[in-house]
Structure formats: C-alpha cells, structure tokens
C-alpha cells in the first residue's frame, strides 16, 4: 500500500474525486441542487486536463442517463450524478440501463421529491427507484462515498447491472470532512480498466434491444433478477479486497454498531445513521442495550446478513426517512419485516418516520424518539 | 450532377428477411444510405417502424451494431456513443478508423418526442447524423398525427382532417447553425446517397430528413411509393435542398421551382392519390381545404426561396 494523502472535503467533492480516481471515460451531466457540485467539479476536472474523460453537458435528465447508456454500451466506463426529481426524470432510463445490462454507476444526492418544493433531505428519491433492477448503496460519510463509488464501479463491472450510490443532499454533500485518497496505484490494483464482454462494434454488428418474444423477454427479466441476488457476494469480496488496497472499511452489506449483545436495535440508513451511533451511546448511557444496525446495501436487501446479525430476541426500531403510503410508516421497516416473516420470530419491529424534507436529526431526537417507542405498547408498526 | 444509380456501391447494409411491409420507403432510404456509410458505422433507433423491422431478438435485418434506445432521447443517446468512441479511441481501447455514429428516427422520435434532446446534441455541434425518415404519422403506432402531419390529413387522431400545417423540421435544425442539413426522398436515391457521402465527411451535426410516403398511412398502393414520392417534389409539397454551413441551395426540380423556371403541379392529383386526404376533400368544402393544402405548399416554397438569401 502506497502512502495516502488526506485532504478536507466535501461529499459532493469526494464524488467527483472518486470519479477522476476510477478513471471514468464520460461523464454525462445536468444540474440539479445538491447535486450540481459534484458535475461541476467533474466538467473542472476534464476542463484542466486533470481527468482524461468526456463531459456531455445535456439538456436535461432524462438525456443524462439515455447518453449514459448508450456511452456505456458503446464500451466506455460511464458515471453521472442527479438528485430528487432529476432521478424520478431518468425513471424510464433507468429501466434501460438494468434491462441493457449496462454498468453505469449514478450518485444520487439524496433529497424530498417535489411537490411541494424543498431542497433538502430525505430518501423518498432512492427508495421510490425500488423496481428499477438498479443495486444500491446507501452511504453515510463522506469517506464511504469515495470508497463505495470505486467499490460500485468494481461490483457493476462484474455483474453488467447498473448501481446507484446514495447519500444525502447538504449534510454529506456540502460538509467537510477528511478524506483519505489512496495512492492511484492502489486503486488502479483495485479497479482494472473497464473491458466488457460486449459493446457497439462495427466489427461485430448485434441487436441491441430490438423486440423480443415472450420466449426470450422472460428469461431476461429472470437472469436479471437471478444477477442481482448474486450480486451479494461480490459486494462483499469487493469490500474486503478494496481494504486489502487501501486499509479502508465502511463494512459491506450492512455495517453495525454495539450491537452483538443489544436489546434495542436501531436501523436507519444514510447520514442519520452515523448519528445514530451517537444516539447509542446516548441510550447506553441510560442503562438500556442499544446497539445500530445500518443496511449499507439497500437492493439487494442483505436479509441473510440482517437476520444473522440480529441479536436474539431483539426489539428493533426502524427510523424511516421516507413514506411507505398505502402503509402506515416507512419503507425500510415494510423490507425488514418482510424478511423477518418465518424466520425470525423473536424480533419485534417498530417503525416511526423522521427527517422528512431535511428537518435536522440531532443525537438528542433520535434517542428520545427510541425511549418513546420503547414505551409504545402497541406501537405504529 | 448527382452519382448515377449505376454507380452506387453494391455494398448491402440492409439484409433480406427483415420485417418491413413491402413498398416500405423507410428501409428503400435506409439502403441508399447504407451504400454511402459503409459497414464502419454505429446505428441508433428509437422505437420506430424500423426497429419492429429490423427482426427479432437476437436477429438482425441491418448489418450494423445497432442499438435501440429510449424514444425521447435519440440526439443525447448518439452523443454518448460518438464521445464514448471517441475517448476510448483517444485512450488506446477503440482499433481502427473511427466509425460513422448515426440516428434513425422516424418523424415522432424527431419532430415531437425527440426533439428536446435533438436540439440540443445539435447546439452541442455533436458529431453525428441524424436521419429523419418522416411518413408524416406514427405510422408504427398505427397510423396517429405528428408535427410533421400536414394540414388536411386523415390519421386515426385527426379524424375530420388535421387543422395545422406542418412543422419545418430541416428549416429548425438550420436554424441550430449546424454545419449540414439537407432533405431527401426515395424517389430520387442518388441525390440522397451524395448527400450521405458529404454528410459523412463532416465533423459535427448533420441532419438529414428523408420523406418516405407509407402506403398504410397515407392510403394508396404499396406499388406507388416511388410514384407518390416523386409527385410530393413535383408539386411543391416536398422541397429537396441541402445547406453548407448555413448557405442553402436547391435541387432539382425543386431549385426550377424556386427560380421561377418551371411551376410546380397543383397538388389536387398529388392528394387524391392518398386516401388520407381524398376521404375528406369529396364534401361540399372540398375545393376550400384543397386551396388551404394550396396554401400552405405554396407559402413554404415562397418562404424557402426568401429564406435562402440570408447568409452571413
């Protein structure tokens, strides 16, 4: 391992640094807030020279990811960023990009849908592309978005399905943090150049999703739902051999936290679980058993990983920044209960949505709103 | 003078056993621009008749990689190909000469839907051809009206006739100050295939709009498509010109229209021909919308001719 350099940065700033590092060939963009400074500072990159790469300053998002695919079946490493209603304006795309098999990595910068208009925080965006075949990642340092970019280039490559790498909009985006970037040839040990099995050759003329009977339709929708369980392993084989390179761990599917001989059980996803750990402590402090248990990895949703690590007869406590409408309550709780169903018993499941529209979750809240639902008897589940 | 017919190249881009109706003018204009482009190209589609024509998965009726992409999204989709070939190429990871990237799409994918993102990969100057091959409706969907649907049409969506004019689609992309934009139609395929040829030499955006009469929308005989095509320049409906750089010239016959030399037809034998118009030119009115149709062919010819002075 080479020596790293420490810089202070922001999380849109470790995007853009993890692109340059991942020596990504196009890079399609179009502001959107809190997005917009990570293409800023990938178009300052390509502008100086600093990384040799195209930027295609489209017209819109919905062109950001169709230029993204189209980039990336044509052979190249592609990566893009986008936010809230940039990410609900790639929906029809985004479906390409799964369905095609092609292995774009998009950062979106976590933020509330409009209407009404808001700017800030939460995870309505991401976990509304659900049904997309897209893998995602949800990241809560800014340290783990540098890391997890090259990590979802390395699992993407592999497996020919897209991945989206999530954070949230001001908190991580827009704060500095240290950062550590390891030395280029660590990360080049990593992430060898993108050579895929297949691409948009003159050479070799193919079809590329022209139509398809129902005898071959079916089958692809199967394959791709097979490759995305699949994709489990090699998220994890991708995270040991990225600390084998760099020294670094953010954990791999799910990361956590006090948790071995816990009571109480935290889960939350994104920036509010970093402060979760804070909100342990605080709970411990109070004499009760807390421990955090983080899902890193939203689709595929680890559920071996998460029934493993559960302590027995856990109670856990869903802290859901979004709406799971239809349902009374979030959708992190819909997902977990919908694995404990039959295989674990013993955990109880409690569920309160917080944080919507980027209203502040502070340490203090967050144990408090887990002293109050351990006082529910009958909770909102 | 245009390439001689006898002279095109025997080269085949279009394979026999796709899936296209016969008559079909879009795969007759696809075939002409295939002996202009060669085997070194990537192709774009869009969903279109051309893509329920190019076969079934995994086969193919187009000797080309080919890709069909999302409808709205033809000119950002053929950026992020000739940027990915041209970095790759840059980088050491694409062999041999750079290949032609272009788009094949038809008047919705163009007109309508696809124009936000064409306009745009045109003001980026983005270097690729956008073909249009236009039969004036979605003749895919079965046959509905587009911005290229004249006035006066019968379509599924226009059942009384259409009230609006047509779009100038090529006049707008012009207007992109791109570096070459011209029309075409099957019935005179060496004009198009030189316009391919030159297309193909220029870096940047090129634009090439092909009107391909469709025997099911526009209702006559499949056998007649040259015919229609031919009789659409001859009276005006259809105006064949191509521009350098902003600077526009005809070609014949349209340029004797212009000039002054010769009169284009009237276009009663033209629309009577097609059922989309002849179904409701037979009532009282019939000899006012004609002179409306008239009109509007007419104002375009005597536009287009004002509109070719003005070069800067």
């Given at each position: 391992?080479?020596?790293?350099?420490?810089?202070?940065?922001?999380?849109?700033?470790?995007?853009?640094?993890?692109?340059?590092?991942?020596?990504?060939?196009?890079?399609?963009?179009?502001?959107?807030?809190?997005?917009?400074?990570?293409?800023?500072?990938?178009?300052?990159?390509?502008?100086?020279?600093?990384?040799?790469?195209?930027?295609?300053?489209?017209?819109?998002?919905?062109?950001?990811?169709?230029?993204?695919?189209?980039?990336?079946?044509?052979?190249?490493?592609?990566?893009?960023?986008t936010s809230a209603n940039g990410l609900l304006y790639m929906h029809e795309v985004l479906h390409m990009a799964s369905g095609g098999r092609l292995p774009v990595v998009l950062c979106n910068v976590n933020r509330g849908i409009f209407a009404p208009w808001t700017l800030w925080a939460d995870h309505q965006d991401s976990f509304a592309q659900r049904d997309t075949g897209w893998i995602q990642y949800h990241c809560s340092s800014n340290q783990e978005v540098f890391n997890t970019i090259l990590q979802a280039f390395r699992v993407a490559e592999q497996i020919n399905i897209p991945i989206m790498v999530n954070f949230d909009g001001f908190s991580i985006s827009h704060c500095l943090m240290p950062l550590t970037i390891p030395a280029q040839e660590d990360i080049d040990r990593f992430l060898p150049p993108h050579q895929p099995e297949w691409r948009l050759d003159p050479a070799h003329p193919s079809s590329f999703s022209n139509v398809t009977m129902a005898a071959e339709y079916a089958p692809f929708r199967q394959m791709l739902s097979d490759d995305i369980m699949a994709a489990v392993p090699l998220v994890k084989q991708a995270a040991q051999e990225y600390r084998d390179c760099t020294g670094m761990w953010d954990g791999d599917t799910i990361e956590t936290y006090r948790l071995e001989d816990a009571e109480v059980v935290a889960?939350?996803?994104?920036?509010?679980?970093?402060?979760?750990?804070?909100?342990?402590?605080?709970?411990?402090?109070?004499?009760?058993?807390?421990?955090?248990?983080?899902?890193?990895?939203?689709?595929?949703?680890?559920?071996?990983?998460?029934?493993?690590?559960?302590?027995?007869?856990?109670?856990?406590?869903?802290?859901?920044?979004?709406?799971?409408?239809?349902?009374?309550?979030?959708?992190?709780?819909?997902?977990?209960?919908?694995?404990?169903?039959?295989?674990?018993?013993?955990?109880?499941?409690?569920?309160?949505?917080?944080?919507?529209?980027?209203?502040?979750?502070?340490?203090?809240?967050?144990?408090?709103?887990?002293?109050?639902?351990?006082?529910?008897?009958?909770?909102?589940? | 003078?245009?390439?001689?017919?006898?002279?095109?190249?025997?080269?085949?881009?279009?394979?026999?056993?796709?899936?296209?109706?016969?008559?079909?003018?879009?795969?007759?204009?696809?075939?002409?621009?295939?002996?202009?482009?060669?085997?070194?190209?990537?192709?774009?589609?869009?969903?279109?008749?051309?893509?329920?024509?190019?076969?079934?998965?995994?086969?193919?009726?187009?000797?080309?990689?080919?890709?069909?992409?999302?409808?709205?999204?033809?000119?950002?989709?053929?950026?992020?190909?000739?940027?990915?070939?041209?970095?790759?190429?840059?980088?050491?990871?694409?062999?041999?000469?750079?290949?032609?990237?272009?788009?094949?799409?038809?008047?919705?994918?163009?007109?309508?839907?696809?124009?936000?993102?064409?306009?745009?990969?045109?003001?980026?100057?983005?270097?690729?051809?956008?073909?249009?091959?236009?039969?004036?409706?979605?003749?895919?969907?079965?046959?509905?009206?587009?911005?290229?649907?004249?006035?006066?049409?019968?379509?599924?969506?226009?059942?009384?006739?259409?009230?609006?004019?047509?779009?100038?689609?090529?006049?707008?992309?012009?207007?992109?100050?791109?570096?070459?934009?011209?029309?075409?139609?099957?019935?005179?395929?060496?004009?198009?295939?030189?316009?391919?040829?030159?297309?193909?030499?220029?870096?940047?955006?090129?634009?090439?709009?092909?009107?391909?009469?469709?025997?099911?929308?526009?209702?006559?005989?499949?056998?007649?498509?040259?015919?229609?095509?031919?009789?659409?320049?001859?009276?005006?409906?259809?105006?064949?010109?191509?521009?350098?750089?902003?600077?526009?010239?005809?070609?014949?016959?349209?340029?004797?229209?212009?000039?002054?030399?010769?009169?284009?037809?009237?276009?009663?034998?033209?629309?009577?021909?097609?059922?989309?118009?002849?179904?409701?030119?037979?009532?009282?009115?019939?000899?006012?919308?004609?002179?409306?149709?008239?009109?509007?062919?007419?104002?375009?010819?005597?536009?287009?001719?004002?509109?070719?002075?003005?070069?800067?």
């Amino acid at each position: 391992m080479k020596t790293a350099q420490v810089i202070m940065a922001t999380g849109a700033n470790a995007a853009a640094l993890a692109v340059k590092s991942a020596r990504v060939d196009v890079i399609p963009g179009y502001p959107i807030t809190p997005q917009t400074s990570i293409m800023e500072a990938v178009a300052g990159m390509v502008e100086s020279g600093d990384l040799h790469a195209r930027f295609i300053p489209v017209e819109g998002e919905h062109s950001v990811l169709a230029a993204a695919v189209a980039a990336s079946a044509a052979g190249a490493r592609v990566f893009t960023a986008t936010s809230a209603n940039g990410l609900l304006y790639m929906h029809e795309v985004l479906h390409m990009a799964s369905g095609g098999r092609l292995p774009v990595v998009l950062c979106n910068v976590n933020r509330g849908i409009f209407a009404p208009w808001t700017l800030w925080a939460d995870h309505q965006d991401s976990f509304a592309q659900r049904d997309t075949g897209w893998i995602q990642y949800h990241c809560s340092s800014n340290q783990e978005v540098f890391n997890t970019i090259l990590q979802a280039f390395r699992v993407a490559e592999q497996i020919n399905i897209p991945i989206m790498v999530n954070f949230d909009g001001f908190s991580i985006s827009h704060c500095l943090m240290p950062l550590t970037i390891p030395a280029q040839e660590d990360i080049d040990r990593f992430l060898p150049p993108h050579q895929p099995e297949w691409r948009l050759d003159p050479a070799h003329p193919s079809s590329f999703s022209n139509v398809t009977m129902a005898a071959e339709y079916a089958p692809f929708r199967q394959m791709l739902s097979d490759d995305i369980m699949a994709a489990v392993p090699l998220v994890k084989q991708a995270a040991q051999e990225y600390r084998d390179c760099t020294g670094m761990w953010d954990g791999d599917t799910i990361e956590t936290y006090r948790l071995e001989d816990a009571e109480v059980v935290a889960l939350a996803v994104n920036s509010m679980a970093a402060e979760l750990k804070l909100s342990v402590d605080i709970l411990r402090g109070q004499g009760i058993k807390a421990g955090l248990l983080r899902p890193r990895l939203y689709i595929p949703f680890p559920a071996d990983d998460i029934i493993q690590a559960l302590p027995k007869n856990a109670q856990v406590m869903v802290l859901d920044r979004n709406y799971n409408f239809g349902h009374p309550g979030g959708i992190l709780a819909a997902e977990l209960k919908s694995i404990l169903f039959g295989r674990r018993n013993d955990v109880t499941v409690k569920n309160r949505v917080m944080g919507i529209g980027g209203i502040d979750l502070t340490r203090r809240f967050m144990a408090a709103e887990i002293r109050a639902m351990i006082d529910e008897q009958n909770g909102v589940l | 003078m245009a390439t001689s017919i006898k002279k095109l190249p025997d080269i085949e881009q279009v394979l026999s056993g796709n899936g296209a109706c016969g008559g079909c003018p879009a795969t007759m204009a696809l075939r002409m621009v295939g002996k202009a482009l060669g085997p070194n190209a990537i192709m774009l589609l869009t969903p279109a008749c051309s893509v329920a024509s190019m076969g079934m998965t995994p086969k193919l009726g187009y000797n080309w990689p080919c890709i069909n992409i999302t409808f709205a999204s033809a000119g950002s989709s053929a950026s992020g190909i000739t940027n990915a070939v041209e970095i790759m190429k840059e980088k050491g990871r694409f062999e041999g000469e750079l290949p032609t990237v272009f788009s094949w799409a038809g008047d919705g994918g163009t007109y309508d839907i696809g124009f936000q993102a064409l306009s745009a990969a045109a003001e980026r100057n983005e270097n690729i051809i956008h073909f249009c091959y236009n039969n004036e409706a979605y003749s895919n969907t079965g046959v509905q009206r587009s911005g290229a649907t004249p006035r006066g049409t019968f379509t599924t969506t226009t059942p009384t006739g259409k009230r609006q004019p047509k779009k100038n689609m090529a006049l707008l992309m012009l207007e992109h100050n791109i570096p070459y934009v011209a029309t075409a139609t099957v019935a005179y395929p060496a004009d198009l295939y030189d316009k391919v040829v030159k297309a193909k030499s220029i870096k940047g955006m090129k634009y090439i709009e092909i009107l391909a009469p469709c025997y099911l929308g526009w209702q006559f005989d499949m056998a007649d498509t040259v015919q229609l095509s031919r009789m659409a320049v001859r009276s005006g409906a259809w105006l064949l010109w191509e521009a350098d750089n902003g600077r526009i010239t005809f070609n014949n016959p349209t340029a004797q229209f212009i000039s002054g030399k010769k009169n284009p037809e009237a276009v009663d034998e033209y629309l009577m021909k097609q059922g989309r118009f002849s179904r409701l030119l037979q009532g009282p009115d019939a000899k006012e919308r004609i002179a409306e149709i008239q009109g509007d062919v007419d104002r375009e010819i005597a536009f287009m001719r004002e509109r070719a002075k003005i070069f800067i």
